[in-house]
């Protein structure tokens, strides 16, 4: 099939390319883009580690054609720090609370962690625990990585004098 | 609201003694999405490659046509057992001392085995050329019951194998047979058993399990031609066992092949073994004199990787009536697998009962305890089997800091801490007696 | 992993999407949220050689209410299903049913069209459309027709529309304020599809049921409508004695396939409690 093109806005910065209707929005990032934070850990639309953040929605990059993301806009873990270098509190969270082990589940759980701190800026742990349901990490069984998204929270919640 | 990533000096100087929390080093790439997994890697010219695989558990391979997936535009070499003949790379040795297929040599011994290898210059192009690739299967009967394996009727798997008495763990007594491998003193166990007021019989089936880290298997191969070097990169738990293998396969002496194992999402034994997928990619790119990569999806990793467990057992618990335990006899029924490819790091095989046989073996307890541990590989349907070893609850503690101290369960008091803990021991007999259960730190 | 090559089209307008299926006859799709056909073509299970998109078409989207009926276009998202303050006030059961759906991110992408149009007898929403007595308004070549959900479905991957139709909104009379309802289901992990599960719409009078619709997911190939065990529940307390009858007239319909969720008896004996567990909270919310 011709390739069509494909116009978008990954991590702020404008980008277009030529792919094939069928490309996976995650081959799209990882292959064209070389955006390889987000991650393939399944088949089936499963394990969330593909997870990217488009049009302000936790979306499986796995499970959209790129055809479909043309005119969107995306944040994907590179995305996340400030354009100071400076880390998100998620970033920084998941490093104080060891929130990972192999780190092949952790930008997608960022990711998704940093939509879910949108749609509930102060979740409780039952909620943190829900709201990651779509991203499965085999190493850490959880624990710290919901650690770290309260953690993450507490610090996004606090008054800016006091966080500076 | 910045968190610098500190300077080696400035770490040195805040330097604190043990019991000090530390950050991990590799978290701050971690969690910026700059990892280095296989699948990041991207080498000039690099190509893809991927598998046709095996529809049937057993099946004659009857012909393989690879005309239509070479017309297809971008696809750069389809590879079968035909082709690695000549190099004497379609088989490989395994880590159990066994052989196993690097693409199917006539015949395929498990659903998902590797048949063919395409290689294109992208994946999209290699998944269309995979359904090109036509194989005539001929159906023959599949051994899916590890209990119905030894049966006089069983079907042969291995053709290769069915007139070896001997494999690499001993005598084999039947064509699907692996090994059996006892440890303790049967008679004294049997007596033991046959004396027992109180004789606890269970039979508990294991079932298979896969440890499934959240990436897959995978390499990128890249053999230099003009300085004669292989590099390659892989999802390697043992990247010196690949190097051997490399070497020995494909005659290129060790020193001059580099295995590298960048960041790896996961292994859990997963990925210990050598794939056909690494041997297929330095044949690949050895003949094409360019970089290939290969990395699985999650069925064929499931499908087709190591996997664990899968043991049929019986077990009998001799005691007496107060309830201390004079006697321990298991039987294990093993799959290994259409190939053994078991990593056994100590080589003992039948690792399971070495550890059961160990922690009943203390000082004060030898002239109670007899056991009897008996390991029987068989049914080779499907592809390798990691022995446990890694941690487990512990069934029985036995006191062993006072000489001629007779073992004792104790079931609801808190042992005292021993002077030698032992390994722990995956043993669910235990979990399912309801026996005191602990998980002793290993010392090792 | 990698799906078959297609065509990609994304109208403007439902006519143009309309025209565009009835160009490409079988050989096309339409795709909303994707999330249960983008699967399936990644598996080569499906595919289609052209695949029409329908995320521009905006009149397909928003949640509304009329005088006798709440609209849900068809494009709505799980996500807004459940955020949706109308459904919240006037049928709270759609709001339980979603956010036992999937995950998160699944959430922000399935709608409730391509929820009960594809005709998966995994997915929620057709039993609660049947138990609301909902319709499906449909549009093709040959024009506009409603469709009750109660007849909408024929097999698995099997329903009433025909090719070239496209499922534009769902309409779901107003309830009785104050009606009693739940969906409970019962599946192996958060997520998971239902290894069995009831809907139950009911409405009480003077402690008396006045009406009962209860409907079952995922134990046949299509969500079953329990009409005789609603019926067991009209005019009753919905005492044990009530609850356990229209239990066992809605296991007597179930026919589950045999998978990882269980043996088929197994499946049914859940269905059962689905039911029981239904009753219960629905008349306990019943105002």
Redesign the interface.
Known sequence: MAKMHIALRVNNRQVETLAEPRMLLIHLLREELGITGPHIGCDTSHCGACTVDMNGKSVKSCTVFAAQAHGAEIITIEGLAGADGSLHPLQEAFREHHGLQCGFCTPGMITRAYRLLQENPNPSEAEIRHGIAGNLCRCTGYQTIVRAIRAAAERLNMPKEAAE | ???EIESAQARTQKLEGLGTRR??V??????????N?I??L?LPGMLFGDFVRSPYGHARVKSINKEAALELPGVKAVLTADDLKPLKLHWMPTLAGDVQAVLADEKVLFQGQEVAFVVAE???IA??AV?LVEVEYEELPALVDPTKSMAADAPVLRDDLKDKTSGAHGPRKHHNHVFTWEVGDAEGTARAVRDAAVVAKERIVYQRVHP?????CGCVASMDKVNGHLTMWGTFQAPHAVRTVASLISGIPEHKIRIISP????G?GNKVGVYPGYICSIVASIVLGVPVKWVE???ENLQATAFARDYHMTGEIAATREGRITGLRCHVLADHGAFDTCADPTKYPGRVLQHLHRLLRHPGRARDGRRRLHQQGAGRRRIPLLVPGDGGVLFHRADDRRPGAQARSRPGRNPPPQPNPQRAVSLPIGAQRGIRQRRLSDCA | MIPAPFEYHRPRSLDEAIGLLAQHGEDARVVAGGHSLIPMMKLRLAKPEHLVDLQDLDELRGIRSEPDAVIIGALATQHELIGSELLAAKHPIIRETALQIADPQVRYCGTLGGNVANGDPGNDMPAVMVALGATYRVKGRGGERDIAARDFYEGAYSTALREGDILVAVRIPMPADGHGYAYEKQKRKVGDYATAAAAVVLTMSGGACTSAAIALTNVADTPLFAKEAGEAVVGTAVDEAAISEAARRAQRIASPSADGRGPADFRTHVAGIMVRRALARAKERAG
């Not at chain 2, 590799?26 to 990892?35: M, N």
């Not at chain 2, 499934?212 to 897959?216: D, G, I, S, Y």
């Open positions: 609201m910045s968190a950050k991990r590799e978290d701050a790439r971690f969690t910026q999405g700059k990892g997994y699948d990041d991207k992208d994946r999209y998944a269309d359904d499934c880290p959240l990436e897959t960041d790896i999402g996961g859990f999806d999650r069925m």
